[in-house]
């Protein structure tokens, strides 16, 4: 079970709106460090979609937007479309573990 | 343009080493800031972090696996060599590395290397 927890599965509809959580606890994000988030797309190596909680890379739609308060974080997907269809991970730094760590992933499908 | 692509065994046995390089182009690990690390993913299940080499050579490996863990870099081969002792078949996986960017703090990768696939066993 990962310290960031993810919920395993969220789904919707081309053009709604999802979110994806990635809670953590006082030594990671509630600590104050950063999360970044990543698009793995079936049978591909994962690609970086949001680092620093809020900031897009270059060529990354605005569709996505990443947001963090507390002890948690989440990322945002709006205007769904079919190639979003993907895995999603957050990652963070935890400071009792001493470690970088990946959330548990959460599975995207666009009905 | 960044590049990274993994290389080693694709086969490895049980209480054997496994020696997995990381070529790289794009970047030069001498640039303050700059590192490369190495994470792996079981078959259908999520990432996991293992080891990250800074500039400045500094290291950092997972917790649960630093027993086993050594990360190096030739920065004239552009290289990262990551080494895991003693085997199991749990640690079958796909083994990426990713850049890490300049950055006084934080750690983030972009972009990761393809992945290739280790499988162990007897």
């Known amino acids: 079970q990962s310290v960031l927890t993810q919920p395993p599965s969220v789904s919707g509809a081309p053009g709604q709106r999802v979110t994806i959580s990635c809670a953590g606890s006082s030594s990671n994000i509630g600590a104050g460090y950063d999360v970044h988030w990543y698009q793995q797309l079936p049978g591909t190596a994962p690609k970086l979609l949001i680092f620093r909680d809020n900031n897009r890379p270059s060529g990354v739609p605005d569709r996505f937007s990443g947001s963090k308060s507390g002890t948690s974080a989440s990322l945002a997907i709006a205007g769904l479309q079919a190639e979003d269809e993907a895995d999603y991970y957050c990652q963070s730094y935890d400071s009792s573990l001493s470690g970088l760590l990946f959330g548990g992933g959460t599975k995207l499908t666009v009905l | 343009q960044i590049t990274l692509k993994e290389s080693g065994p694709t086969l490895v046995k049980p209480t054997q080493t496994l020696t997995l390089t990381c070529t790289f182009s794009?970047?030069?690990?001498?640039?303050?800031?700059?590192?490369v690390g190495w994470i792996r993913q079981p078959p259908g299940k999520a990432l996991e972090w293992l080891a990250l080499i800074y500039w400045d050579d500094d290291k950092r490996y997972s917790p649960s696996l630093r027993s086993r863990l050594t990360i190096t870099k030739d920065t004239s081969k552009n290289q990262v060599v990551l080494t895991m002792t003693n085997m199991d078949p749990v640690d079958t996986a796909t083994y990426y590395c990713?850049?890490?960017?300049?950055?006084?703090?934080?750690?983030?990768?972009?972009?990761w290397g393809q992945g290739t696939l280790v499988t162990v066993s007897s």
């Open positions: 990713a850049h890490r960017p300049a950055t006084l703090t934080n750690n983030w990768f972009d972009p």
């Open positions: 794009g970047f030069s690990l001498s640039t303050s800031g700059v590192g």
